[in-house]
């Protein structure tokens, strides 16, 4: 008889429009823009490769730290997330990740070259880019702080006018164009 793996799902309305966050029994593993209903078949495919035979349940008390975060983070009071979270993927995207929590502190960005520096994988532009396409923790693992060397927004899962709306609440007095 085949186990089942248990991942328990909530949504939460943002500024942004609804998010949908997902937890194993240790912590938040994915938080995507969009209703579970939209991301079900996304987040179907991406558990089977972490999970046997995963089922999703809604559980709105397992994720209400998470939520309550979130909530903080989008009125302003709150800079720094310390939920419990898993990060699924590979040892390099692990490792652009980390350093994108460790290397950007809130109200400031980073180049995708200098994620690469950070990592000391200096060549590795591209690379870091297509790691932090995969980030499965939006907004608390702070991709969106990631410009292009230009200065430019570049990139984000979320879309560029998420990434800017996120980028003015973090910093209200700069100005940042697509």
């Known amino acids: 008889m085949t ?18 966050l997902v937890a ?8 995507d823009y969009g209703s579970y209903q939209e991301l079900a078949t996304h987040h179907n495919n991406w558990a089977r490769q972490y999970y046997l035979c995963p089922k999703f349940v809604q559980d709105g008390e397992l994720l209400e730290a998470a939520i309550k975060e979130f ?11 310390s939920f419990d979270h ?8 692990q490792k652009v990740w980390k350093a994108l929590s460790t290397e950007i502190p809130y109200g400031e960005t980073r180049s995708y070259k200098d994620i690469a520096k ?21 907004i608390s693992i702070p991709c969106h ?3 292009g060397s230009n200065g430019k927004l570049v990139g984000y899962n979320g ?14 007095q700069m100005l940042f164009n697509f």
């Open 24 to 31: 194993d029994k240790d912590g938040v593993c994915r938080i």
């Open 71 to 81: 909530q903080e983070y989008f009125q302003g009071t709150r800079h720094h997330f």
């Open 145 to 147: 702080r990631v410009i």
């Open 3 to 20: 186990k089942r793996s248990f991942l328990y799902y909530d949504e939460l309305e943002t500024p942004l429009g609804t998010m949908t």
């Open 159 to 172: 879309g560029l006018e998420k990434k800017r709306k996120l980028l003015e609440l973090e910093m209200p």
């Open 86 to 93: 898993q990060m699924y993927g590979t040892p390099f995207q």
């Open 118 to 138: 950070a990592i000391q994988a200096p060549k590795a532009i591209r690379a870091v880019g297509g790691a932090i396409n995969r980030n499965p923790l939006s």
